[in-house]
């Protein structure tokens, strides 16, 4: 009996496997698809999460946690150890929750949907989703803000490394007031970018303390172009948002900056999130917008899967032009097929059979397969309609036949389905 249920009975949902077994990333994914962005950096902490259904969901889910600032920001800087134990412990329970009401139903009434804040942020943590958009680019990485002199070019580390894992990155231009630097490339569609930065841990010893996180605009050379836009968080204030417009074609590259002011006695830990979409510029509205050369990739890879299944495990065929009256030996030539339909339209005497299905034959004549260096294996006409499909068939250009005396068949090359 479940209280959710109104005292009625539950179970798991049809179709549920016995255990469901979550892995770091699979965790990541179920939290950031529930709304729940703010836990994806957390989630490799709970380690592999596996339930077994039927004792889940024979009683209530727990109940909603409150994960606390200072528990928040344990999780991400990894101490004070009480602050990260309590915060884990709460963070299973939030997935726990949310499992139950995937895998769980109530079997008398109906049940009741997840609660819509079950994943809402803890208080004062803010993470930007302007577009509103999923599928939309968010990146986020928590950066050291490491003790620097105070010059303001030495002043600066380059993070677009850590925030654009997996992308192709440039290297700009040097110029009077910037050194060579890291950077990444975007089409200039990509235009509405909203940043954020939060301070988990740093110099505690001023309010006035800044640590800030720019994002700079390249010309095509590489030489810098201009200041986009910045948030800088204090001690006072350690939550800062900002969203910029991208100017339209004066340049293609972007970096991104993360520099913190000195004093400092301390390195510092920032969280710094980037979300990126398509705007008009004058509406304000963000939104995913396409990337030509990203589609352009996937399209080619997708042609390729197709090829690879349809070629490999095809779950269909079609019949190309037969070759009819063949008698004796020989070889046909192909090209691009996946197997043969071979048919024994005449059969002699001396040709044994036994009865069954299919009605088996003996010593009625062989095929290989094989191509401009060999043959393969001769693969015997064991019944009257024998389809001969070759794991390596696309290799194949050649399939030679023997057939016994008074035997004529016909062979039907197979090829891909479009």
């Known amino acids: ?32 698809n529930k709304g729940g962005f703010w836990a994806t950096l957390a989630a490799p902490l709970l380690g592999v999460l596996a339930y077994e259904a039927t004792s889940l969901c024979s ?33 299973k329970d939030i997935v726990t929750r949310i499992v139950w009401y995937d895998m769980c139903e109530c079997t008398s009434v109906a049940t009741p949907g997840l609660p819509v804040d079950t994943l809402d942020p ?28 105070a010059n ?16 192709p990155v440039f290297q700009s231009k040097a110029d009077a007031n910037f050194a060579s630097q890291d950077m990444v490339e975007f089409p200039v569609n990509w235009s509405v970018f909203d940043l954020a930065a ?22 095509y050379d590489g030489s810098f172009a201009n200041n986009i836009f910045h948030v800088s968080p204090t001690m006072a204030a350690p939550y800062a948002t900002a969203q910029a417009f991208r100017s339209s074609g004066t340049w293609q590259y972007l970096v991104v900056h993360a520099s913190w002011s000195s004093p400092t006695t301390a390195d510092g830990i920032l969280d710094v999130s980037l979300d990126m979409g398509c705007s008009d510029q004058t509406s304000g509205s963000g939104g995913c917008c396409t990337d030509p050369n990203t589609l352009s990739l996937l399209g080619s890879i997708l042609t390729q899967v197709n090829l690879i299944q349809r070629q490999q495990v095809p779950f269909a065929y079609v019949a190309g032009t037969p070759s009819t009256g063949l008698t004796g030996t020989g070889e046909l030539a192909l090209q691009g097929v996946i197997g043969a339909l071979v048919e024994l339209t005449a059969i002699s005497t001396i040709v044994g059979e036994e009865s069954g299905t299919p009605t088996q034959t003996f010593e ?21 309609t024998l389809v001969s499909l070759p794991a390596a068939a696309g290799q194949f250009t050649r399939l030679g036949y023997t057939l016994a005396v008074g035997v004529t068949a016909t062979i039907t090359p197979l090829l891909r389905e479009p």
């Open 1 to 32: 009996m479940t209280a959710l249920c109104s005292g009625g009975a539950s179970g798991p949902k049809p179709g549920v496997a016995d255990t469901i077994i979550f892995t770091a990333g699979s965790l990541s994914s179920l939290l950031n």
């Open 198 to 219: 939060s301070i988990v841990s740093g110099d505690g010893t001023t309010g006035s303390h800044s640590y800030t996180v720019t994002m700079y605009g390249l010309q």
């Open 152 to 167: 303001p070019v030495p002043n600066t580390v380059n993070i677009t490394r850590q925030l654009f894992p997996g992308v």
């Open 122 to 149: 803890p208080a004062n943590i803010y993470i930007p989703n302007y577009n509103g958009d999923a599928s939309c680019p968010r990146l986020r990485a928590r950066v050291i803000a490491q003790l620097l002199p």
């Open 59 to 91: 009683t209530d889910p727990p109940a909603e946690p409150t994960i606390t600032t200072d528990e928040y920001k344990a999780l991400l800087a990894l101490s004070p150890w009480d602050d990260l134990q309590s915060a884990l412990v709460k963070l």
């Open 364 to 384: 009625a004549g062989w095929v290989s397969w094989g191509n401009a260096d060999g043959f393969t294996q001769r693969e015997w006409l064991s019944n009257e």
